[in-house]
C-alpha cells in the first residue's frame, strides 16, 4: 500500500474520533441514508422483497466481526436469509490499511457475484491472525484459493480507483451514519453498535416480522 492510502486512512478517523453532536436524527432519515447507493456495488443476498434489511458494517481486521461471521452469521443465513425473511447486505468498514487490503482482494474475487464475495470474507475472517501478521502472503494465498495467481493480486491491490471508492464510502458512513466502530448493524434503520450472540439478534428480529 502506498503513502497516500495510509494518509487517507489516518485523516477519515481522526475526523472520526470525536463525539457527534446531535446525533438523535429522525428514524426515517437514517433509515433512507443507510439504503441510499455507495460508491462501490453493495454486497446483498436474500430476497429484495424482505420485510427486514440487515446491513452490517465490518472490518476484516475486527475479531468480534470474525466472531459473527463465523458463529451468529451462518445460523441467521438458514433461519431467515434464505427463507426470504431477511435481505443482509455486507459493507467494509476497514479499521486500517491491512483490512482494507482485504476488502479489496475480496471484490477482486467477487466480480460483482455477493456469494464469492463473502466466500472470500469467510476464508479471510478464518486466517484474521495470519492476515494481520503477513499481511502480504495472506492476501496472496486467498486469492489462490479463490481461483487468483499472484500477479491477479498484485493487480488488483494496485487498483486506486477502488481504493478511492472505500475510502469514499466509509466517510459517507462516518459522517451521515455516525458509524464510528466494527461491526455496527443497522436493522430495518436502526443502529445497533457490537457483535451480539444470534439469541439476541433473533430477540430483534422477530417483533420486526409481526409488523
Not at 474475487?109 to 494481520?132: C, H, P
Not at 459522517?175 to 455496527?184: A, F, I, Y
Amino acid at each position: 500500500m502506498n503513502v497516500r492510502h495510509c494518509i487517507a486512512f489516518i485523516v477519515l478517523f481522526a475526523f472520526a474520533s470525536p463525539a457527534f453532536p446531535g446525533s438523535a436524527i429522525a428514524q426515517s432519515a437514517i433509515a433512507a441514508a443507510v439504503a441510499k447507493p455507495v460508491s462501490l456495488p453493495d454486497i446483498a443476498i436474500g430476497s429484495a422483497k424482505a420485510p427486514i434489511t440487515l446491513t452490517e458494517y465490518s472490518s476484516m481486521s475486527c475479531p468480534h466481526c470474525a466472531a459473527f461471521g463465523q458463529n451468529v452469521f451462518p445460523m441467521l443465513r438458514s433461519k431467515y436469509i434464505d427463507t426470504g425473511k431477511v435481505r443482509f447486505v455486507f459493507r467494509e468498514f476497514p479499521l486500517d490499511i491491512k483490512a482494507a487490503a482485504a476488502s479489496i482482494l475480496a471484490r477482486c474475487i467477487g466480480n460483482g457475484d455477493s456469494e464469492k464475495y463473502l466466500s472470500a470474507v469467510e476464508t479471510l475472517f478464518k486466517l484474521q491472525d495470519r492476515l494481520m501478521a503477513q499481511t502480504k502472503d495472506t492476501l496472496i494465498y486467498v486469492g489462490k484459493q479463490h481461483g487468483m495467481n499472484e500477479r491477479d493480486v498484485e493487480t488488483c491491490e494496485q487498483d486506486q480507483a477502488q481504493f478511492d471508492k472505500l475510502t469514499a464510502d466509509q466517510q459517507y458512513a462516518v459522517q451521515e451514519l455516525k458509524v464510528t466502530s466494527t461491526p455496527t448493524f443497522f436493522l430495518n434503520g436502526v443502529r445497533v453498535q457490537g457483535s451480539m450472540p444470534f439469541e439476541e439478534l433473533e430477540e430483534r428480529i422477530k417483533p420486526l416480522l409481526k409488523k
